[in-house]
């Protein structure tokens, strides 16, 4: 594993040889990242926050954060990442289906959450959907706890802020 302030090369033989980077996300990734984020079975994306602007929005709010993997010039993971000084957020987590099984997802969380310890955040949450089974069974596998101490509640500002699940 190669390391730079950057980025985070990673080689991985199981069987099937697979060499990604870890790299920060950039506006100009968005395109692709939004592409495949459309991939995802069972994907939220809501209509103004995961627009360009919206996306860019966090980015800049919360600079070198947020990570993709790239495989073979291809996105194929991405977690946005964001934080109020206290605790963060991590947002849209996810690994195209024909790349998961290689490790991504845990480098890219582990990257992530490397960068956010630099920068003095002690504590992390994130959203898994009920429903999928997938992404809850990841993050028990990584020894994240999942909270039955609390309900999470949303209030709208924006009924425009349209959300919709990928199929």
């Not at 190669?2 to 990734?29: A, F, P, Q, R, W």
């Not at 490790?103 to 992390?124: C, D, F, H, Q």
């Not at 990841?138 to 802020?161: C, G, H, K, S, T």
Request: proline share 1%.
């Amino acid at each position: 594993m190669v390391t730079t302030k950057e980025s985070v090369n990673v080689t991985l033989d199981l069987g099937v040889h697979m060499n990604y980077t870890i790299k920060t996300m950039e506006e100009s990734d968005y395109d692709e990242v939004y592409k495949l984020w459309t991939t995802i079975h069972g994907f939220a994306m809501r209509s103004l926050d995961d627009s360009k602007e919206g996306v860019a929005r966090v980015l800049r709010r919360n600079p070198g954060l947020s990570v993709v993997a790239v495989s073979g010039g291809k996105i194929v993971g991405s977690i946005l990442v964001g934080h109020d000084g206290r605790r963060a957020c991590f947002y849209h987590v996810c690994v195209h289906e024909d790349y998961r099984n290689h490790g991504i997802g845990k480098a890219m969380a582990s990257e992530a959450m490397m960068r956010l310890k630099v920068e003095g955040i002690n504590k992390i949450q994130l959203v898994a959907f009920k429903e999928n089974a997938l992404g809850n069974g990841f993050w028990q596998a990584e020894q994240w706890v999942m909270r039955d101490d609390l309900n999470v509640y949303d209030f709208v500002l924006n009924e425009a802020n349209i959300t919709a699940f990928n199929k």
